[in-house]
C-alpha cells in the first residue's frame, strides 16, 4: 500500500515520481540491472518508506554499491539481492532519503558533523572558496563516505562593510556596478555552484548597513543566468524581498520579520516562482525562544553533539522572548506554503542557536508548526531541495540514484520529531558508524597551571607573536577601537605592564574591544584545560567594571563574560573557571581582556597573567 500525499505539479527529474507509480501498478516489484553483478547488496527490509514524492506503507529497499538497485513491495527478501546481502531489519521504521540541508556555512568539521545526524549533502551559502574547491574535488573523484557532500555559493555577493564582510576574513566585495559581470564571472571561476547575494540594508539588526543599489540586482541576476547559475538573495524585510524577486531572484535564503509588504510579498513570490529557504532555527534564536536548548537537551541528540556542537545549540543572540513575532513570522510561512511557494529546510548552522545537522530536525518541526504536514516538511528536506539546486542524483529513493538514506525509529510521515531517533545512515552505499564524541579522546594538549607572562621581557613589537591580539567588534561591523602597548610600570614597581585602551562605539548590539589571550599555538584552537582552576592576573584602571570574554567548544560562537572592577591601586582578579556557567575545560580556547560594557573611551593596565 502506498500514499500519494503531494498533489502539486512535480518538477521530478527522470520521472521519478511516476515510475513508482507505474512499478506498483504493474507488480510486487522494479529494478535495474545490479550496477556492479560482484558487490554484495543491502536490503533495508519492511520500513514505512518516504520516496521523497509519496510514501509506501511497507517496502523493501535494496542498494548496490553507491546507487539504490530496487524497491518491492512487503518486507520479505527479494531474491535478485543474492545469498549474501547484508539484511537490515526497517519493521517499525521509516527510510528516508538523505537529509539535504539547504542553507550553511561549512567550515572545520561541518560536513561530518551533519553526516553524524543524517545529513549526507549540504548547500553552502558561504564558506572559504578553496576549502569548497577541495571538498568538490573529491566528491568528483569518488564516493565520500565519511562525511556530507558539499554544494557552495562561496563567496557571497556584497558591499564594503556590508553583511557577510563582519568575520575578520577579508573577501572581494562588490563596489562599482560596472563590475558586476567581471565580479561574477570571478566566482564561477573560482568554483560557486550557484550565486549568494546579499541585500540587507540592516533593519533587523537595528542600525544601518551598508549593501548593494537596488539597482544593480537585475544585472547580478542577468550575469549568474549568463552562466546558468541561480542567483538566491539574502534578505530580511518584505520591501527587500519584493526588490529581489522584482530583479528576478531564483530564490530568498530568509524569509521577512515584518509585516510591513508582508502579504504584497507573498503574492510576488508565488507570480515569479520562487523558492524559499525560511531557516525557521536561526529566526527562533533571534527572537530569544530557546529551541536550540531545548534541542541540545534531548536525549536522542545530546550524545551525538560534539562540544562546539552543544554550545552553539545553547547560545543566542541575547534577545529577550519574542513569541508574538515568532508566532508571526510562522504565519508568514504557513500563507507561503498555502499559496504554493516550495520551501526548503535549511538551519543556517553554525550561527548561535544551530548546529550542523542536529538543527535539521528542528528546522522540520518549525516547518510542521507553521503549517506543513509532517511529509511536506521531509519533502523540504529531500526532494524540494533537489528539485530547487538542480541535484537530479539525490533526494529520493528511487531505483539508480545515489544510495544516501536514513533509517529512523518510528513513522516520520506522520510524527516528524521521529528523524531525531536515528538507526542508521547511508552515505554513499556505505553504513556510517555514528560518532559519540565524549567517547572519542580529543587529540589535543593538555596545558598546565603556569605564569602567562609578566610583560618584563616583551616589548610592544613582540605582542602579537607572544599571542596578545588586539580585538574589537569590528569584524561584526561594529565600531569600537583598540590599542595595546608595553609599559616599564608593572604591578612590581621593577617590570613591565600591558596597558589596553581604546573606545567602545555604538555598532554592534554586544560592543567589544580589548586583547585576545590564546592558549593554544594557533588562536581559537581548543586546549584541555583541566588542570586550570583560574585565570588569575594583576589590573589597574579607571573605576569601571571591566570585562573577561571565555571562549570554549561548549559555549558555542557567543563567549561567556566575567565582570571585574578596577580603580588607580593595582589589585588582584581571580576569575574561577568553575564559576562559569556552561564552560567545559576539556575545550577551553582562550580569554580576551576587555573595556567596560559602557560606551565611550576607556583605559584598563594588566600584569602578572597566569592559569592557576
Known amino acids: 500500500m502506498h500514499r500519494q500525499l503531494w498533489t502539486r505539479p512535480l518538477a521530478a527529474p527522470s520521472g521519478a515520481a511516476t515510475l513508482v507509480l507505474a512499478a506498483f501498478a504493474a507488480g510486487p516489484a522494479f529494478a535495474q540491472e545490479p550496477a ?30 553507491r546507487t539504490i538497485e530496487a524497491i518491492t513491495a512487503g518486507d520479505g527478501l527479494p531474491p535478485a539481492a543474492g545469498d549474501d546481502a547484508t539484511v537490515v531489519d526497517g519493521r517499525g521504521m ?30 553552502d551559502m558561504f564558506t572559504e572558496p578553496n576549502q569548497a574547491a577541495a571538498w568538490r574535488r573529491e566528491q568528483a573523484a569518488g564516493p565520500v563516505t565519511g562525511r556530507a557532500d558539499l554544494f557552495s555559493a562561496g563567496v557571497a555577493v556584497t558591499v564594503e562593510n556590508g553583511h557577510g564582510t563582519q568575520f575578520g576574513v577579508p573577501i572581494p566585495t562588490l563596489d562599482d556596478p560596472e563590475r558586476t559581470e567581471a565580479f561574477i564571472a570571478a566566482r564561477v571561476e573560482e568554483g560557486s ?12 539588526f537595528g542600525r544601518p548597513i551598508p549593501t548593494l543599489a537596488a539597482s544593480t540586482l537585475s544585472r547580478i541576476v542577468a550575469a549568474a543566468r549568463a552562466h546558468d547559475k541561480l542567483a538566491v538573495f539574502h534578505v530580511s524585510t518584505a520591501r527587500e524581498a519584493l526588490e529581489v524577486i522584482a530583479a528576478g531572484a531564483d530564490g530568498l535564503v530568509h524569509v521577512w520579520h515584518d509585516r510591513d509588504a508582508a502579504g504584497e510579498a507573498v503574492a510576488a513570490a508565488v507570480r515569479a516562482g520562487i523558492f524559499i529557504i525560511p531557516t525557521l532555527t536561526i529566526t527562533e534564536s533571534i527572537l530569544g525562544m530557546g529551541g536550540g536548548a531545548e534541542l541540545a537537551a534531548d536525549p ?10 552543544g554550545g552553539g545549540l545553547r547560545s543566542g543572540f541575547g534577545g529577550s522572548s519574542a513569541p508574538d513575532a515568532m508566532r508571526r513570522v510562522l504565519d508568514t510561512i504557513g500563507a507561503l506554503h498555502a499559496a504554493g511557494v516550495p520551501l526548503l529546510a535549511g538551519s543556517d548552522a553554525p550561527n548561535p542557536g544551530a548546529a550542523h545537522g542536529a538543527s ?16 511536506e516538511a521531509l519533502r523540504a528536506a529531500t526532494a524540494a531541495p533537489a528539485d ?23 513513522d516520520a510521515t506522520r510524527d516528524v520529531a521521529a528523524t531525531r531517533d536515528l538507526a542508521g545512515i547511508w552515505k554513499d552505499g556505505v553504513r556510517v558508524e555514528r560518532v559519540r564524541p565524549e567517547a572519542v579522546l580529543p587529540g589535543r594538549p593538555r596545558i598546565a597551571p603556569r605564569v602567562l607572562t609578566d610583560f618584563e621581557d616583551l616589548t610592544s613589537d613582540d605582542l602579537a607573536g607572544s599571542g596578545w591580539i588586539p580585538s574589537t567588534d569590528t569584524m561584526f561591523g561594529g565600531g569600537s577601537t583598540v590599542g595595546s602597548r608595553v609599559t616599564a610600570d608593572g604591578a612590581d614597581g621593577d617590570g613591565g605592564a600591558l596597558v589596553i585602551s581604546g573606545e567602545i562605539a555604538a555598532g554592534f548590539p554586544a560592543p567589544w ?18 588542570d586550570i582552576t583560574a585565570l588569575v592576573f ?3 584602571g579607571e573605576g569601571a567594571r571591566y570585562r573577561v570574554l571565555a571562549f570554549a567548544e561548549s559555549l558555542g560562537p557567543v563567549p561567556a563574560t566575567i565582570e571585574f572592577a578596577a580603580g588607580a591601586g593595582w589589585r588582584r582578579v581571580v576569575i574561577p573557571l568553575g564559576g562559569i556557567d556552561g564552560l567545559d575545560p576539556t575545550g577551553a580556547m582562550g580569554f580576551l581582556v576587555s573595556g567596560p560594557e559602557a560606551l565611550g573611551p576607556f583605559r584598563l593596565e594588566i600584569d602578572n597573567v597566569e592559569l592557576r
Open 538 to 540: 594583576d589590573a589597574r
Open 360 to 375: 535539521v530536525h528542528r528546522e522540520l518541526e518549525l516547518l510542521v508548526r507553521a503549517g506543513l504536514s509532517p511529509f
Open 94 to 123: 521509516t527510510l528516508l532519503p538523505g537529509l539535504i540541508d539547504a542553507h550553511t556555512h561549512s567550515f572545520g568539521p561541518a560536513l561530518e558533523d551533519a553526516l553524524n545526524f543524517g545529513v549526507t549533502t549540504v548547500l
Open 300 to 309: 536522542l541528540v545530546m550524545p551525538f553533539l560534539t562540544p562546539a556542537q
Open 193 to 204: 555552484d550557484w550565486i549568494k547575494v546579499v541585500y540587507e540594508h540592516g533593519e533587523t
Open 36 to 65: 556492479t553483478a560482484q558487490e554484495a547488496a543491502t536490503v533495508i527490509r519492511g520500513a514505512v518508506v518516504f520516496t521523497g514524492d509519496e510514501v509506501i506503507e511497507t517496502a523493501t529497499v535494496t542498494i548496490r554499491g
Open 513 to 530: 574591544a580589548g586583547v585576545m589571550i590564546g592558549l593554544a599555538p594557533g588562536m581559537m584552537q581548543p586546549v584541555d584545560a583541566s
Open 388 to 410: 530547487a539546486f538542480g541535484l537530479d542524483d539525490r533526494g529520493r529513493i528511487v531505483p539508480g540514484m545515489k544510495a544516501d538514506l536514513v533509517l529512523v525509529r518510528g
